[in-house]
């Protein structure tokens, strides 16, 4: 590595630092809610995993893993690229540390660069050892302007460098061979300051080069921020949406300086749980109108549907995708439907197309399209931002008995939303957790196709959970969907979240 490289890196690891303490983690794939939660198991121990990335990269991503096996003894944490050559250069792993709790085990990992990351985790105890794999986007979602007050005392500190530098260029010129109390001759003064005018020019020139090279760093790394993705929309006249997926994004193709930022690609999609998209199109302000489809890909980067009977609204889009590196994008849109779509001009609901029309919001049980109920097993304890929690639901028949007939809704028990009525906060979740299932497979070493492994496909019980953490207080909606019967029911709930 070349000293200058070197000295980069070091000045933007003091960057991202002073980023770190000064930002809180802002937008990115899900909308407005980066925080990872995964529940599964590392052999045989089931373990809670949270990271929380940082808001700038490079950055420091704070992990807790919780074991909820007993045994667990020793737990190590080692941040790994997703594909290409990094992935398997592995550097020495930190060891989780305790803070209290002997479950839960606590560590600070740097993610030096954007973009598909995972986290290996090697866990030792009664039973021996294992490994799980967490997959991780790492993004910068801000790039900061430094406080005045610190560029008032660094110029002040450098101006002080500068003249110090001159005078002493001066000084040693004028007085270096004198004895002590002998006075310079006006040559050795006129020498001096000439040495000392250049000197000085020098120096501006240095300060000159050195700050051009900052700003290009810094435009660099600014072009590198995650921008959110917004949706080309557009409605035929058959009621088929056209989406045009957007790519403002810029990536490193590698961590060297030689390398100019390049564009996401958008060719490179895999499918997430059996499908390129999963899109999500929300009536707003009251969510009541609420649809899952799963557009096909026309060409690169254009997806159609032809959409059911909607009512009019203005509705807001959430598109989920997935890059070949497992790096999960959500892009956002918007679109107005002045009137309500003819059933004769829209196409009925097939496949794992499913969407409900006029879903009443309830805080506990939510009555069912088929008359079932669907009940949010909640505890009286308030809901709070950036805890780890299960939401447990539970599906009855008419005379409140667990209901029969459940089946997995694209290889899982249930899927959910997580959504602010405010519509920043958007995250697709499932049972394990907040991951995606496509990135899950690619870091367990599998293919996304496999994105259905490790999922469980036996018929599901009455019962569904789903792990998640709000990003922050405020109010949301969670919109639950699971299959009964060859249906897709979905369940509406109401959800304050405090601080
Ligand atoms: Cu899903």
Redesign the pocket.
Known sequence: MSLVKTITMKMRTAVSLIAFVLLSPLAFAHVGSPDVYYQGQAGPYTLLVIIRPPAVIPGVAEIEVRSISPGVTRVEILPLRMVGPGAKLAPTPDVAQHLGDPKVFYGKLWIMDRGSWKVQITVDGDHGKAEMAVPVAAVSTASLGMRTALGILLSVLGLLLVLGLVGIIGAANRDAELDPAQAPSPAQIKRARWRMAIAAVLMLAVVLFTNSWWKAEADDTAELTYKLPHLGVFLAADNSLRLQLHNPNAVRLTQFRTERPDRLRLDDLVP??GHLM?LFIVRMPDMRSFWHLHPDQVETGEFSQRLPAMPAGQYRIYADIVHHTGFPETQVGEINLGNDLAPTNTRPLSGDDSGEAALAPSDEVAILADGYHMVWERDAAPLRAKQPIWFRFRIEDKDGKPASGLENY?G?AG?AVFMSTDGMVFS???PAGSVS?AALAIAQGGTPGQGMAGMDHSAPSADVSFLYGFPQAGDYRILVQVKREGRVETGSFVAHVGN
């Open positions: 997430d749980h999963h694209m899982m899927h697709h979740i499932h299932m």
